[in-house]
């Protein structure tokens, strides 16, 4: 039974720093590809990051890139989110999910079956 779950959100301010932990028990990191979620308040879900086991570099949002960096740990079956320089903006809840086959471009949200509860972001001004 796959499980996947989040950890590590909380209130900081803008400029600050955080790192999400995914543990995702269950599954073969070489089959899955990787991703994390957010949804802001009034906003619509968007793609963060996106990591292929050995498939090169993440893929990131442009609102994020430059400031947050995924990462995988296969052999825990993890993945992190470092986030660096965070902005209100980036305010919301943010989910880990796994979907089968290994490619991020192009993939809609929908074809990542796994998602854990969450965690939830929130960036003061």
């Known amino acids: 039974q796959v499980q996947v779950a989040e950890s590590g959100g909380g209130l900081v301010q803008a400029g600050e720093s955080l790192t999400l932990s995914c543990s995702a028990s269950g599954l073969n990191f070489r089959d899955y590809t990787m991703a994390w979620f957010r949804q802001g308040p009034g906003k619509e879900r968007e793609r963060v990051a996106c990591i292929v086991y050995g498939g090169g570099p993440p893929d990131y949002l442009a609102s994020v890139k430059g400031r947050f960096i995924m990462t995988d740990d296969s052999a825990k079956h993890m ?8 902005k209100p903006e980036d305010t919301g809840m943010y989910y880990c999910a796994a979907g089968y086959g290994l490619m991020c471009l192009p993939r809609p949200a929908s074809d990542f079956t796994k998602w854990g509860h969450g965690t939830q972001v929130t960036v003061s001004s």
């Open 79 to 86: 993945v992190h989110l470092q986030m660096n320089n965070l």
